[in-house]
């Protein structure tokens, strides 16, 4: 069982920058390949980010690519979201989540095992 928990959303303006963690429990972190999602009202969750279990892949939405940056701690059990040129339509409520298969990249939500409550970030124009 892994527990995750998003923190670092906020209210920025449009062209700033916030950086999130996933603070993940247990002592298995390093086996679980994370990813991050996002969802704005009335829309699908949406994929945002992923990163394999050693951070030797990475792999990122056309939307954000150059924009925003995965990494991962190992040791800190935690996993960031770097968020850079940020725009009105990043709004949304940022989930991370793990997913067992590791060594894998995974775009779709039905991949990831556990999932974090959220946090909101709101781009003002």
């Known amino acids: 069982q892994v527990q995750l928990v998003e923190s670092g959303g906020g209210l920025v303006q449009a062209g700033g920058s916030l950086r999130l963690s996933c603070a993940a429990s247990g002592r298995t972190f390093s086996s679980y390949g994370m990813g991050w999602f996002r969802q704005a009202p009335g829309k699908e969750r949406e994929f945002i980010a992923a990163?394999?279990?050693?951070?030797?892949?990475?792999y990122y939405a056309d939307s954000v690519k150059g924009r925003f940056t995965i990494s991962r701690d190992n040791a800190k059990n935690t996993v960031y979201l770097q968020m850079n040129s940020l725009k009105p339509e990043d709004t949304a409520i940022y989930y991370c989540a793990a997913t067992r298969a590791g060594s894998y990249i995974y775009m779709a939500p039905n991949n990831y095992n556990y999932w974090g409550q959220g946090t909101q970030v709101t781009v003002s124009a």
């Open positions: 990163i394999s279990s050693s951070a030797g892949s990475t």
